[in-house]
């Protein structure tokens, strides 16, 4: 932690106050103050009210006392977290004001310094709260369900939690299945052989793998039964022991297929069921089992919701202004339509 003083700035306008953090002598200002200055600009852009001067080892803050204040903690979990290792940016700031300014117990530190998994030359760890409690959930129960919109990490979060259960020997396999329906197209019309038909909708599985083992171990992985990946279809009749098993894509399954899906769990075994309800692309009149589950099995020990919202996307920042703006435009075309809005 940085030593810090403060002291208010007598005719000042607002009864403005200064304050002095000194960056400890282990750490490099430009590990808290970002290449080029790029956290500094970032801190500066989300308190306009706040004079910062940096020199050396020494930063000072001005202005009014509650933003100085909220600046200043927010330096000092920054510091917490580049002491860590981890490299810090605009991003990192921006997801670290949205903690301290929420309502929420969890710290920046916290949250951006959880380490999931180590490969290849980088760490996979949480970015948002919303993808800590996710985590969390994982860890402390068998059945988790992530649900929200895209790019908040709910199928790479799993796969790192699998990756990382596999190593540790807490299950001897992992299981990655989806169910073979998406964007309106039916593996009939597609062309090829069966394998052929397949092998996209399980790419981003296999994608996620990629990043997290070693990619020249995986065919051999596939070939011993240690990793599977596989149509839902292909889980009918089966129990799933010390397995760490994975549904993504799970609004694409009916009541009827997730009742399957869930009672394939076997004896040490884990489940996550990913899904995202506002992109449904089963036929119509056929009922997403996703939208209806929490209903099932909102009240059964063991089993947890997470909901994961845009303020958890960690893809380019416009697609939590596009996944807002389309929630906006369903809720005014349900508003208009008593039917509600149709998918």
């Known amino acids: 932690?940085?030593?810090?003083?403060?002291?208010?700035?007598?005719?000042?306008?607002?009864?403005?106050?200064?304050?002095r953090i000194v960056v400890p002598s282990h750490l490099p200002a430009v590990a808290l103050l970002g290449t080029g200055d790029e956290v500094l600009r970032a801190v500066e852009a989300g308190f306009p009210s706040v004079r910062i001067h940096a020199r050396g080892d020494q930063i000072t803050l001005q202005g009014p006392p509650g933003d100085v204040a909220l600046v200043a903690r927010l330096l000092d979990e920054l510091l917490e977290v580049a002491a860590t290792g981890t490299e810090l940016s605009g991003d990192v700031v921006a997801r670290s004001v949205r903690m301290l300014t929420a309502a929420t117990a969890s710290r920046p530190a916290e949250v951006l310094t959880q380490n999931i998994l180590s490969s290849r030359g980088r760490t996979i760890r949480p970015k948002t709260v919303g993808q800590k409690t996710y985590v969390d959930a994982i860890d402390r129960h068998t059945i988790t369900f992530g649900i929200g919109p895209a790019g908040t990490g709910k199928t790479y979060l799993a796969m790192a939690k699998a990756v990382q259960a596999l190593q540790a020997k807490q299950v001897n396999r992992i299981v990655l299945t989806r169910p073979a329906v998406e964007a309106g197209?039916?593996?009939?019309?597609?062309?090829?052989?069966?394998?052929?038909?397949?092998?996209?909708?399980?790419h981003p599985l296999y994608d996620a793998l990629h990043d997290m083992v070693d990619p020249d171990s995986i065919p051999r992985l596939m070939e011993s039964g240690t990793v599977e990946v596989a149509p839902l279809a292909y889980m009918r009749g089966r129990t799933l022991n010390d397995a760490f098993i994975i549904l993504d894509e799970a609004q694409n399954t009916s009541t009827e297929q997730m009742k399957m899906f869930l009672t394939r769990l076997g004896f040490g075994a884990k489940m996550v069921v990913t899904g995202d309800v506002t992109q449904v692309d089963l036929p119509g009149g056929t009922t997403s089992g996703l939208r209806v589950v929490e209903e099932i099995l909102g009240g059964v020990d063991d089993v947890e919701f997470c909901r994961l919202t845009s303020d958890d996307v960690v893809r380019h920042r416009l697609v939590g202004s596009i996944i807002?703006?389309?929630?906006?435009?369903?809720?005014?075309?349900?508003?208009?339509?008593p039917r509600g809005p149709r998918r």
Do not use: C, N
């Open 1 to 19: 932690m940085a030593d810090t003083s403060a002291r208010r700035l007598h005719g000042a306008g607002g009864g403005d106050v200064e304050h």
């Open 185 to 202: 197209e039916r593996l009939g019309f597609l062309p090829g052989s069966l394998s052929d038909k397949i092998d996209p909708y399980l």
């Open 324 to 337: 807002d703006a389309y929630a906006s435009w369903d809720q005014t075309r349900a508003g208009h339509d």
